[in-house]
T-cell receptor, first 114, second 114 residues
Framework: GNSVTQMEGPVTLSEEAFLTINCTYT??????LFWYVQYPGEGLQLLLK?????DKGSNKGFEATYRKETTSFHLEKGSVQVSDSAVYFC?????????????FGGGTRVLVKP | NAGVTQTPKFQVLKTGQSMTLQCAQD?????MYWYRQDPGMGLRLIYY???????DKGEVPNGYNVSRLNKREFSLRLESAAPSQTSVYFC?????????????FGAGSRLTVL
């Protein structure tokens, strides 16, 4: 079945540092790929997505490129802020007979210190 | 989390008690989902409903039942709660509006089973 593997956290950074969160996936077919973010005490929000190979999703300074050859969708941000402290989830879509589903990775907690 | 409302936000149960988590959407989407979130395990799909009147099991359905009585509401019931069901539960809808094709989440319901 489909699966998503992302690096375990927590990841602790200083403000303005470069952030990378690795995500690799196993899937049949050509899934769409997503990054969701969860701020403390809140639900998950879509951060960005990519629907086909070589697509780059971007939002709020974050970027991720759909790499089919390496089955990866790594999240990057060039200069993090304290407000980026959150848990980040990589996910892929699974379109089955009963509709769409998302399969999530385990989440990576990021803590940005001033 | 506009458009997906979950109640209650917090609940404490004793082992063996029953309860129902409610989810309602005002987005007129067909597909609705229940996930649970546990530390280090990401989100796991419990049940989903592709349309009114249909439900399907997800990855971890044991110990739960669901009802999709109308397009707007999708409830999750624990008939006899167990400590292993202590978790944060998220309801979500599949948003196809304007080709978005993303999952939109509610704010979550934190359940503790003693």
């Amino acid at each position: 079945g489909n699966s998503v593997t992302q690096m375990e956290g927590p990841v602790t950074l200083s403000e303005e540092a470069f952030l990378t969160i690795n995500c690799t996936y196993t899937a049949t077919g050509y899934p769409s790929l997503f990054w969701y973010v969860q701020y403390p005490g809140e639900g998950l929000q879509l951060l960005l997505k990519a629907t086909k190979a070589d697509d780059k999703g971007s939002n709020k300074g974050f970027e991720a490129t759909y790499r089919k050859e390496t089955t990866s969708f790594h999240l990057e941000k060039g200069s993090v802020q304290v407000s980026d402290s959150a848990v980040y989830f990589c996910a892929l879509s699974d379109l089955g007979a009963a509709g769409n589903k998302l399969t999530f990775g385990g989440g990576t907690r990021v803590l940005v210190k001033p | 989390n506009a458009g997906v409302t979950q109640t209650p936000k917090f609940q404490v149960l004793k082992t063996g008690q029953s309860m129902t988590l409610q989810c309602a959407q005002d987005m007129n989407h067909n597909s609705m989902y229940w996930y649970r979130q546990d530390p280090g395990m990401g989100l796991r799909l419990i049940y989903y409903s592709a349309s009114e009147g249909t439900t399907d099991k997800g990855e971890v359905p044991n110990g739960y039942n669901v009802s999709r009585l109308n397009k707007r509401e999708f409830s999750l019931r624990l008939e006899s709660a167990a400590p292993s069901q202590t978790s944060v539960y998220f309801c979500a809808v599949w948003d196809r509006a304007s080709g978005a094709n993303v999952l939109t989440f509610g704010a979550g319901s934190r359940l503790t089973v003693l």
